[in-house]
């Protein structure tokens, strides 16, 4: 099967940092260096809070605004949570699904995380779908079966809207730890999630969708990670809180 083309995608997830005037200066500064760029899709996460001021930001740029969370029903008494059409009204294009800090503080199951994908896609946003083993199961070799059973379950039932999705394997053990994964150990379980979308939807398919590394990625690192067959762009989080930092992973990112 020929290699398909795959464009790169770095996202930053600011996660719960940046407040509106800070996240309005971040976001000013990598367009800056940013605005035009095109050899790679570059989406900015910040918080709920600054959505709407990031999403003035980067107006008629290439850069798109994405979420770090959603909730899956459309509307309704669902006190703190926030549906697909209220990210779509401040121009979201992205929402981060089933991040290891959700799946882990939040109790997000496999289930719950499916049931977002699809509300996402339905909401015509493209969800960015974590996995990701922690390290007592990468010493026991359980790896494999936990990233397996994450994206089987994650992503049940899309069916040719698997097309839609861009997933993201962060190993838990890497994230905000400083550890990161060698480019050896990253494309392996790249090229591992990949032959499981192989078999669970179809080769063709797998060869398209677009797989991120996440943990401790940075400048110094991110180019031996992202010149890895499988890695096609990475999920950005302590390096994307600042612009020079950020907008050097971009410009690694062909
Ligand atoms: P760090 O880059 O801070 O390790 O975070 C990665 C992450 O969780 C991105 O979603």
């Known amino acids: 099967m020929a290699k398909k083309l795959r464009k790169k995608i770095i996202a930053g997830n600011w996660k719960m940092n940046k407040s509106v005037s800070e996240a309005a200066d971040l976001a000013s500064d990598i367009k800056s260096d940013l605005a035009d760029y095109r050899d790679a899709d570059i989406v900015l996460c910040p918080p709920f809070t600054a959505l709407k001021t990031v999403s003035d930001v980067i107006t008629q740029t290439h850069i798109k605004l994405g979420a770090q969370n959603m909730h899956w029903a459309s509307d309704g008494a669902y006190t703190g949570e926030i549906s697909p059409s209220m990210l779509r009204d401040v121009f979201c294009h992205y929402v981060i699904l089933g991040h290891?800090?959700?799946?882990?503080?939040?109790?997000?199951?496999?289930?719950?995380v499916n049931k977002k994908v699809k509300a996402a896609i339905a909401g015509n946003l493209c969800p960015i779908v974590c996995v990701g083993e922690v390290l007592q199961e990468r010493e026991s070799?359980?790896?494999?079966?936990?990233?397996?059973?994450?994206?089987?379950?994650?992503?049940?039932?899309?069916?040719?809207?698997?097309?839609?999705?861009?997933?993201?394997?962060?190993?838990?053990w890497a994230i905000g730890t400083g550890k990161v994964a060698t480019p050896a150990q990253?494309?392996?379980?790249?090229?591992?999630?990949?032959?499981?979308?192989?078999?669970?939807?179809?080769?063709?398919?797998?060869?398209?969708?677009?797989?991120?590394?996440?943990?401790s990625m940075k400048p110094s690192n991110a180019g031996e990670l992202l010149s890895q067959p499988d890695?096609?762009?990475?999920?950005?989080?302590?390096?994307?809180l600042d612009a020079r930092s950020f907008v050097e992973i971009v410009r690694l990112a062909k």
Do not use: C, W
């Open 100 to 112: 290891s800090e959700r799946r882990t503080m939040f109790n997000e199951t496999d289930e719950i």
């Open 186 to 215: 990253a494309q392996e379980m790249h090229a591992f999630i990949r032959g499981v979308l192989g078999s669970i939807f179809n080769e063709d398919i797998a060869q398209s969708i677009r797989i991120q590394y996440g943990g």
């Open 231 to 240: 890695i096609d762009g990475g999920l950005i989080g302590g390096a994307a």
């Open 141 to 172: 070799g359980a790896a494999n079966d936990v990233v397996k059973k994450q994206v089987a379950g994650s992503l049940a039932g899309l069916g040719d809207d698997i097309g839609k999705v861009v997933i993201a394997y962060e190993p838990v």
